[in-house]
């Protein structure tokens, strides 16, 4: 495998994590009709993973630069 095939994975791995947790959390509050501590827990949790899909995006893009 090459570097810019290893460098989009982690692209698109990044960006699909950050829309499942949007996704995620808005479906919670459209169950929910209200933000609880089980809303807030949620929120949490889907805030470390939206911080993981950055980072998988950032390395992503590192890898394309240098394998241009």
Known sequence: MNWFVIGAT???????????T??????HVIKEHKIDKGVLKEMKREQVLGLLGIVFIIIGYVIHVISV
């Open 10 to 20: 982690f692209d698109v791995i990044g960006k699909i994590l950050i829309g499942v």
């Open 22 to 27: 949007v996704l995620f959390v808005h479906g």
